[in-house]
């Protein structure tokens, strides 16, 4: 059971920190170059499609054979192109399996993201950037004392979404490795505990404390809310 | 012209790494369409991206891997699976949301405000909490494993967040055209379905791809209500059951996994605003 907080822990940094700031970055960037749309569209598809369908996906890029075989996946034949061993990606513990399941989430959720920090991006005044710029600001700075400070509010929406996300995720895992591999977090051990074992009095102990670590999050949906209408 | 020359240089760094990106994101779904169409015995020997060193030699494609998985493997049924499953699961919950919805923004009642309150924290709340109760019920009505009861669940599951969007929309139209309604002697259930559901139609329509999607792509729900009862099975249930029974015969997976994805991508590609909007208006799905 540790196994699968400690991996839930690795997902919720590791995961959040990485789609909210691609998600920014992407926001950002893409906003500069005349073919936004398009790479935006490819990005965001993976949005549409399952977690299932995205394990699958991912398991054939981390396929892995034996040395000395003709690699299928597409991972370990890159590697193979830098003379480098063939990886078992999915089998190697803790750490290189357990990144390259987060990987997938990444991939996924990076456009969802994107989308909503663009959105805020595009609402802040240009005038505000260019106010900067006139001054002297380089587009670093811009980025850091004019851009950042605005998008803050959004990105903080953004992360609690991941975050709650996070705290769920099942499909992935369940597919690829089916925690196999020291690579279980805590959705797959509560359902393991329910099917597998039969034991229902653990599985809903399982509930109990991912709820428990989802109230702040509620609590704070709540007071947003609360603010929201009372502006309205 | 200089002026413009030196500017597109100095862009060179971030065109490249935003094309290097797209192409990350691209590849590992290209090489599942490509793999889905070629022959067991290439796809056991070599990688996808040996076609491209002849990209038009038909030859070195094949329709039967879509042939097996449809027909033998069954994801033909799970297709039609997963239609039963989705039409209801998006039509009932997106009805009752709707209803929800105009009575919680414009109809006076006790406890309006702690009961919406409630639905917010509901967007959150894990599914996982409701499996064992609901299991146990659904098992004494002889739910369990049956379409009706995979439809309520969806339907519980997708109220908060289909309530919360729509009652967005719904209580930012405007007040005056309440009022008047009410002076021409209009009941809320006239107001209702003359007033408020024309003109909620956009906000509907991305609930309702929105609600498709959401189901059509789930497994968790279907895993635990439908489990053991594989002629109900949908698309993801069946992918997932592949994935671990024939992990090694890429070519079958790969067919089936674009099986179940094709109908999300067509969703995508044709309504992808409405996709949009409904993730603007309620990032907090739960």
Not at chain 1, 47 to 54: D, E, F, H, P, T
Not at chain 2, 115 to 144: E, Y
Not at chain 2, 206 to 216: D, K, P
Request: aromatic share 12%; net charge positive.
């Amino acid at each position: 059971m540790l196994t699968a907080f400690r991996n839930n822990a690795l997902w919720v940094v590791v995961f959040t920190t990485f789609t909210v700031s691609f998600g920014l970055a992407l926001a950002v960037l893409l906003d500069r170059v005349r073919y936004e749309k398009i790479i935006k569209s490819i990005v965001f598809i993976p949005m549409a499609i399952s977690m299932v369908g995205a394990a699958t996906i991912w398991k054939f890029v981390y396929a892995f054979r034996p040395a000395g075989a003709s690699q299928i996946g597409l991972l370990n034949a890159i590697a193979g192109v830098f003379g480098a061993q063939p990886v078992g990606w999915l089998i190697e513990r803790p750490w290189i399996n357990n990144l390259c399941l987060i990987i997938v989430g990444i991939w996924m959720w990076t456009g969802f993201c994107m989308v909503i920090l663009s959105a805020a991006y595009k609402n802040i005044p240009r005038e505000l950037m260019e106010a900067a710029r006139i001054d002297g600001a380089n587009e670093w700075q811009v980025f850091r004392k004019v851009i950042l400070p605005l998008l803050k509010p959004t990105a903080a929406v953004v992360a609690t979404t991941m975050v709650v996300t996070v705290l769920k995720i099942f499909d992935i895992v369940y597919v690829m490795t089916n925690g196999n591999f020291s690579t279980e977090v805590i959705a797959n051990r509560m359902y393991k505990e329910m099917f597998n074992f039969r034991n229902f009095g653990r599985a809903s102990t399982i509930a109990v404390i991912l709820l428990l670590l989802i109230i702040p999050v509620m609590l704070f949906n709540i007071r947003r809310f609360r603010e929201q209408e009372a502006i309205r | 012209m200089t002026g413009r020359l030196t500017k597109a240089l100095s862009r060179g760094p971030l065109h490249i790494v935003i094309i290097i990106l797209a192409l990350v994101w691209m590849l590992p779904t290209l090489g599942l369409l490509f793999t889905s169409f070629r022959p067991p015995n290439d796809v056991a020997c070599s990688g996808w991206w040996t076609v491209f060193e002849h990209p038009f030699n038909f030859t070195q494609y094949t329709l039967r891997n879509y042939e097996t998985v449809i027909g033998r493997v069954g994801m033909g049924r799970a297709f039609l699976n997963s239609l039963t499953i989705s039409i209801p699961g998006t039509i009932i919950p997106v009805m009752v949301a709707a209803f929800a919805a105009y009575a919680f923004a414009w109809m006076k009642f006790p406890g309006r405000q702690i009961l919406f309150i409630i639905v917010v924290a509901l967007l959150v709340v894990p599914l996982q909490m409701t499996f064992i109760p609901i299991l146990r019920i659904f098992n004494r009505l002889h739910l369990a494993g049956t379409f009706p009861g995979v439809w309520l669940a969806h339907t519980g599951y997708g109220l908060p967040l289909t309530v919360y969007l729509l009652h967005n929309f719904i209580g930012g139209l405007p007040s005056e055209l309440f009022d008047s309604a009410s002076i021409d002697g209009a009941s809320p259930l006239q107001t209702f379905f003359r007033l408020v559901l024309p003109l909620s139609v956009p906000a509907i329509a991305s609930v309702v791809i929105f609600q498709f999607l959401w189901v059509w792509n789930d497994l968790l729900v279907a895993l635990i209500y439908l489990g053991g009862t594989p002629d109900v099975a949908p698309v993801t249930l069946k992918v997932a059951n592949l994935v671990g029974s024939r992990g090694q015969d890429w070519e079958l997976l790969t067919a089936a996994a674009f099986v179940s994805m094709v109908l999300p991508l067509i969703v995508f590609f044709s309504l992808q605003r409405y996709f949009v909007r409904g993730i603007l208006a309620g990032s907090v799905k739960g």
